[in-house]
């Protein structure tokens, strides 16, 4: 056979992490470390690898559960490569360190097993819980792979200049920033958690460190007819059922 699809060869590295194709990204376990990524990520692999579903504690369980932040994770174990990816998008490798990364979970493609992951709350100065309002915080010594929707602009914020985002369009930030979540506009979607609230809520971030913002205000596919991107792309019949609430599960 002939095709120029044959051009696509694996990436050979040293390297960990590394992004087989801008969508696809390659991890190495041969330095018998394990890693864990978001649940039916895996699309290949080479070698010996388990998967099986990550532990998590009464106490992760149930803030997922009272917040909707929801992370279901599958260990990845063994010696060989594994390959993962997600509905396409943008895949994006980072480096945790002291300061810490804070990421919606919907977001999240793999990370290092060692590190470690809560649910926080982000303020509003309306008082309006459960609006957008919830993320992970994800802290140790280790690396995080996260995935956009396109290219995404990293915004540098400083002592004197802090920046602002809309809240769909948010992606992670440092978590060493301060923010402050605030409406801009009335509208009776605002009560939905990240319903579709046009410029409705916005973050404000200050202090020292990066905010990750995508170019797109759309979560991916979800479940439901009308859910998630549906408006934009309309589900093909026999299209496995996707995530609810732009959360995994």
């Avoid at 699309?43 to 009272?66: C, H, K, M, N, P």
């Avoid at 280790?142 to 602002?164: E, H, N, W, Y």
């Avoid at 948010?170 to 605002?190: C, F, K, N, P, Y």
């Avoid at 007819?225 to 408006?231: A, D």
Wanted: with cysteine.
């Amino acid at each position: 056979m002939q095709s120029s699809i044959f051009n696509n060869t694996v990436t050979q590295s040293q390297e960990r992490y590394v992004l087989q194709t801008p969508q696809m990204l390659r991890v190495d376990l041969s330095d018998g470390e394990d890693v864990v990524a978001r649940t039916g990520s895996m699309v290949a692999y080479e070698g010996l690898i388990d998967f099986d579903g990550e532990y998590q504690s009464q106490g992760q369980r149930s803030q997922q559960f009272a917040t909707g932040e929801v992370l279901p994770l599958m260990r990845c174990s063994g010696q060989g490569v594994v390959y993962l990816a997600n509905l396409a998008q943008h895949i994006h490798v980072m480096e945790v360190d002291h300061e810490g990364l804070t990421v919606d979970s919907s977001y999240v493609l793999a990370l290092d097993a060692h590190l470690h992951w809560e649910v926080i709350s982000v303020e509003s100065q309306y008082g309006i819980p459960g609006v957008g309002a919830y993320n992970l915080v994800i802290s140790g010594q280790g690396k995080v792979a996260i995935t956009t929707s396109g290219p995404p602009l990293a915004m540098q914020v400083t002592q004197d200049r802090f920046c602002s985002a809309d809240a769909d369009a948010v992606v992670a930030w440092s978590t060493g920033l301060r923010v402050q979540m605030q409406a801009q506009t009335a509208s009776h979607s605002l009560w939905r958690r990240r319903g579709n609230t046009g410029e409705g809520w916005e973050l404000n971030f200050m202090g020292d460190g990066y905010v990750v913002v995508q170019p797109s205000e759309l979560l991916p596919p979800q479940t439901g007819p009308q859910s998630g991107l549906m408006g934009q792309f309309r589900q093909q019949e026999g299209t496995p059922g996707l995530n609810q609430r732009g959360a995994w599960g």
